[in-house]
């Protein structure tokens, strides 16, 4: 008799709730009780519940947290207590809570698959991992192939299909599988390459410094386990099988300076003029770089009994270069006063024969040309008078005329060969000349050889003159003693 009262109570409360407006006992929503609420509860407790859940999008080794409505999907609170309240409501469905305990239902979804796209495509590149193509390595002076690594990418619309067919196991297990394709590098094997650098890195290089102004020459020898550090090789996309390489010109400045350093304070080398040197050199898989030692300007303070024109010898400079480096100088000189002697580098304007020197030596009125530091001609000249002397200093062949004329003079210089300008601003030069003729026949000076005569020249016989005229090309250096 008791048993039978509880089922009439249990059945009785059934009934009244089936006549109410809440939910039948035991429905669920996405693991929410909604058994026994009302459609405000219901609707209330599934929005909290949705705002606060979020979604890992897992790509193996990259996750990333979202909520379901940056992917789109939106659930339809009102719909779905719709669907909760109708279990219970008919035989069929209240077996079910009777059978099982409790029955899960399925939300009411709405996906909006262009905004879950969209939103896949802007943490794209969250998972996306770019291939790796081959590349060449150095590692101690030897050139190595290293392999090539696929990458992988995000396959936005496949994602978003699986996650609008799949929304339900998505939402409850709070994670949605990205789909990721398989990304090829574009370069496989580098070993030829490899192949070709070790061909570029097998020799040491030379650096051949000249110095034209006090001709001496340094070398210094760069093993290949240092200068190896200078390139950066890569290959051609097109043809993976081509190496192509570029030099450091950081490096190679920080080797300039080290060397530098070693030359003193007022002399240096130029980088990009070291770079273009070494780049040729390496073109040819050769060992031996040629360069060219530079002097800086100077500041020279004045002192007492220094005269424009001493200081001017003393700096291997014509006295009017110093002027043009101080503007403004005025004619007088002062004690202390701080003068800018220009570098002796701007009296040597054209690239340095290396192999050929001249000297001329004032005091002894006599020329030595040298080829491959080899006597190959002494003679006799003339320099200038006092009123036009010829400057001391580190000079070079510029120009060439086979019969050059002095307007002031009056003078047809025969084989002329300048050397330099006296005035910088001026365009017109001392140099090596024959005997001169004036009036179209009178030789001059044919018997002065030996003794300054010129008007700031340096004479030799016209014989000698064309002799050297044909030997000393434009660059070979020419020094002129005191």
Partial sequence: MVLGLIVIVIATGLIALHRSNRVMPGVQVLGIGLGGKSRVEAVALLGQNWAARTINLDAGDTTWTVTPSMLGVM???????????????????????????????????????????????TLKPKFDVPPTNASLQITDGHAKATPAVRGRALDVEATAIWLEWNANQVISEGRLELVMVPVQPTIIDVSAAAAQANQLLAHPLFIHAYDPVTDERQTWKVPQEDWWKWLSLGTDLNDPTDLNWALNADEISAFMAAQAAMLGPDRHMDVDEAVEAITEVIEAQSSDVFLRIYHSEQQHVVQSGETLSSIAQD?????????????G???????????????????????????????????????????????????????????????????????????????????WMPHFMGIYRPVPTFDFMNGFHGFPTRGGSTLLWTDDLGHPVTYGCILISSENAAVLYQWAEAGVVVEVRR
């Fill in 75 to 121: 659930l339809d609170t009102e719909a779905t207590f719709q669907l909760a309240y109708q279990q219970g409501r008919s035989l069929a469905t209240l077996k079910d809570i009777l059978k099982n305990g409790g029955v899960d239902v399925s939300p009411a979804w709405r996906i909006d698959c262009a905004l879950s796209e969209a939103n896949l495509h």
């Fill in 315 to 327: 700096y291997g400079l014509p006295y009017p270069w110093i002027q043009a480096a101080n503007p």
């Fill in 329 to 411: 100088m005025g004619d007088n000189l002062s004690v202390s006063q701080v003068l800018t002697i220009p570098s002796p580098d701007e009296l040597l304007p054209l690239p340095v024969v290396e192999n050929k020197r001249i000297l001329v030596s004032l005091s002894q009125q006599k020329a030595w040309a040298f080829e491959n530091d080899v006597l190959k001609w002494e003679w006799l000249v003339s320099t200038g008078i006092d009123s036009s002397p010829t400057a001391p200093g580190v000079f070079q062949i510029q120009t060439h005329e086979p019969n050059a004329y002095a307007s002031n003079w009056n003078l």
